[in-house]
């Protein structure tokens, strides 16, 4: 991040636990700064995520009540995170599941293909992110209709879904929302990709599902993480698991966006990509 962010611009670059004279700092560049450093800064007047979700840092005790926020939207963010969701989505209308369990139990068997005039996928949240994957998806010519908490009642648009996609910020207003009923409004054999922030799919309520047999998920964001060693979500037979990587930092992205901020702050202006502290994103 030092390199993208020197290589970009004119501007000096010290990493936590680099000597450094706080008076000179303007810009904090954090996920999850840690408490008190943020005070320890007077001259602060721009704070910036590593990504698109700035939960972590509006979080922080610490937080200045009149220093602009910016977070990092970006092509090289959007592109990984596509790949990741369509990794999953073609496996499952492939049927990938099943055929790695059988080649397991060393088992030649064939299925019917999936009918993909019947194969409807859902993503939750319709952003940068969401509006990428969708967009992604029709291209292959699978059906796809994005959601947000202005659209009507979740279950309603999962009714039948074989995929959701959970691309939502993370707010109290999202916490949870893929709970017990939505979660039961999709198909039997659909799949639970959770790709965005952690906290939004009721983690317990999955596991019902997991363990009935009846859905299957690929999980990249955690009510904790990094998700313990004993957690069931490693060894479950119906789970896939991926360390938090669908659409991890890019240095240039974020020294892109984080100097084009610094430029327009010191022009009395928002950040390129302002945080509405109200709504969380």
Not at 49 to 76: H, K, N
Not at 109 to 126: C, E, S
Not at 222 to 238: G, K, N, T, V, Y
Not at 258 to 273: C, G, K, T
Request: aromatic fraction near 4%; proline fraction near 8%.
């Amino acid at each position: 991040m030092k390199d993208a962010l020197l290589r970009t611009g004119p501007h000096p670059v010290w990493l936590l636990g680099e000597e450094y004279d706080a008076a000179h700092i303007t810009c904090l560049v954090a996920y999850k700064p840690p408490a008190g450093l943020m005070v320890s800064l007077p001259n602060l007047s721009l704070l910036h995520g590593t990504g698109a979700g700035v939960d972590a840092l509006l979080a922080a005790p610490d937080l200045p009540a009149d220093v602009p926020i910016g977070r990092v939207i970006a092509l090289e963010l959007s592109r990984m995170m596509v790949h990741h969701v369509l990794a999953s989505v073609l496996r499952h209308l492939r049927r990938g599941e099943t055929y790695a369990a059988q080649q397991r139990e060393a088992r030649w068997v064939r299925h019917p293909p999936r009918d993909i005039a019947a194969f409807r996928v859902v993503v939750l949240g319709t952003g940068a992110m969401g509006g990428a994957v969708l967009a992604a998806l029709g291209a292959l010519g699978i059906s796809a209709q994005g959601w947000n908490r202005a659209a009507g009642p979740l279950a309603d648009a999962l009714h039948g879904a074989m995929v959701a996609v959970v691309l939502l910020p993370a707010t109290p207003a999202t916490r949870g929302v893929l709970g017990t009923t939505a979660l039961t409004a999709l198909a039997d054999d659909a799949l639970v990709i959770a790709a965005g922030r952690g906290g939004q799919v009721d983690e317990a309520a999955l596991l019902r599902e997991l363990d009935a047999g009846r859905l299957s998920a690929a999980l990249d964001v955690f009510d904790a993480e990094p998700l313990p060693p004993d957690h069931i979500f490693w060894r479950h037979p119906h789970a896939q698991v991926t360390p938090h990587i669908a659409a991890a930092p890019h240095p240039d992205a974020v020294a892109r966006c984080v100097l084009e901020s610094m430029a327009r702050v010191a022009r009395d202006e928002p950040p390129l990509h302002p945080v509405d502290r109200a709504r969380g994103y």
